[in-house]
């Protein structure tokens, strides 16, 4: 048995749509929060859960019987990985899971500030095997609910992110979904790995706010916001102030040049290219025009 967490997330919303066409009927799971309304977008044959990586009560049912586990954060925080996610590594390893597919980000194994470092230690320690997926940023970010980037860009002409002049090589979830789907339907070709997912090209912020000029049709410009002033917006619109920390400390390591490597695993992995900002910015659009944030 397969079982999903955050399947509302960049990767996880991708994935679900992929295993069902790549997974067998009944070898897998889907854990959510709000798992009627994933009943309805899949159907009533699907094995959906009720689930909360806050609420213990709901772990146990979620992982029985369950040998692959595809793990992402519910909210990127310190306080998320010490209470919740690194203690259901822990329930999952004693319930019987043998293989955990982990989104973690790039500079996850030196930055021990930030949550996806903790969390690779605990599956390192762990006797589970792992495959953990270093992600550059997602171009999904740039409309998510959570980083509220597609508020700014949308209302105020904005791409409003303290990255200074770096660079980063943006992903598409998409991608990172195929790769994951790949590890969880064949654990042993992937166990004990690590892959670094990125795009194409490493971008600075000034090319990503011109490529959404043209793909929306009116002008985006990146400010260049210190932390402080952006730490200061997203209070404004309540974002948790772990979620604040942890998107401040990628930015800084984006500022200071550490997230714009580029790899060929996506290339090598799927045998075919990543896809660019232009073919994602083609396909979305419509969410800047419609409000339509993930």
Known sequence: ????????????????????????PGGWRVASRHPEELRSRLGDGADVCGFDFFDRSTWAATLHGV?????????????AARQAVIPFIESAEQAGCTHVV???VFGADRAWFIPHYKVEAALRASSMSATILRCSFFMQNLHQVISTHGQDIAERGELFIPAGHGR????????????????????????????????PAALSMTEVAAALTSALGYPVTYTRPGLLRFAARLR?????????????????????????????????????????????????????RDRAWT
Do not use: K
């Open 67 to 79: 040998r692959s586990l595809f793990l992402l954060f519910p909210l990127p925080g310190n306080r």
């Open 168 to 199: 980063t090589t943006f992903i598409d979830a998409r991608d990172a979904a195929e790769v994951a789907a790949l590890a969880l339907t064949d654990p042993a070709a992937h166990r004990d790995r690590i892959y670094h997912l990125t795009g």
């Open 1 to 24: 048995m397969i079982l999903i967490t955050g399947p509302s997330g960049n990767v996880g919303h991708e994935l679900v749509g992929l295993l069902g066409d790549v997974a067998p």
């Open 102 to 104: 982990y989104v973690s």
């Open 236 to 288: 404004r619109r309540h974002v948790g102030w772990d979620t604040i920390g942890f998107m401040s400390a990628v930015y800084t390591l984006t500022r200071l040049g550490q997230n714009q490597p580029s790899t060929d695993d996506v290339q090598r992995l799927l045998g075919t290219s990543p896809r660019t900002l232009q073919e994602f910015l083609a396909d979305s659009a419509w969410r800047w």
